[in-house]
């Protein structure tokens, strides 16, 4: 499956160390591209999700993390629980990302808002 990493600061919800991670998530061009928060997404290209992309370029979306906390005693820690985290995307940049503790509807990377129709 092909998607994005955003780099961000968060607290991991298991150890509640603040840890620097890369969040999986799947909007505008997937193309395995690694953004920082600030950069404008793209969405100019093939395989967009999505499709409709909106005109204002305003998303919410859910990615994953795992914690990569060096002070846990091991590697499973926190694993293998994946965190989620909420991408938000405002005039086509990447605004903000923070764990996401909401519900979800079981779709691996579901869009929040604006609310996708079935």
Not at 32 to 54: D, H, I, M, Q, W
Not at 74 to 95: G, M, R, Y
Not at 104 to 116: N, T
């Amino acid at each position: 499956m092909t998607f994005n990493t955003v780099y961000a600061d968060l607290e991991c919800p298991f150890c509640k160390e603040k840890v620097s991670s890369g969040v999986g998530f799947r909007l505008g061009v997937l193309e395995n591209r690694n953004y920082k928060l600030g950069e404008t997404l793209n969405t100019g290209g093939e395989n967009v999700r999505p499709s409709a992309f909106p005109q204002d370029g305003n998303l919410k979306s859910v990615g994953y993390f795992n914690c990569d906390n060096v002070k846990c005693s091991s590697w499973t820690d926190c694993f293998p629980e994946v965190q989620h985290a909420l991408i938000t995307v405002k005039n086509h940049v990447i605004e903000n990302v923070e764990v996401y503790k909401g519900p979800l509807s079981g779709e691996q990377f579901e869009i929040i808002e604006p609310a996708q129709k079935k």
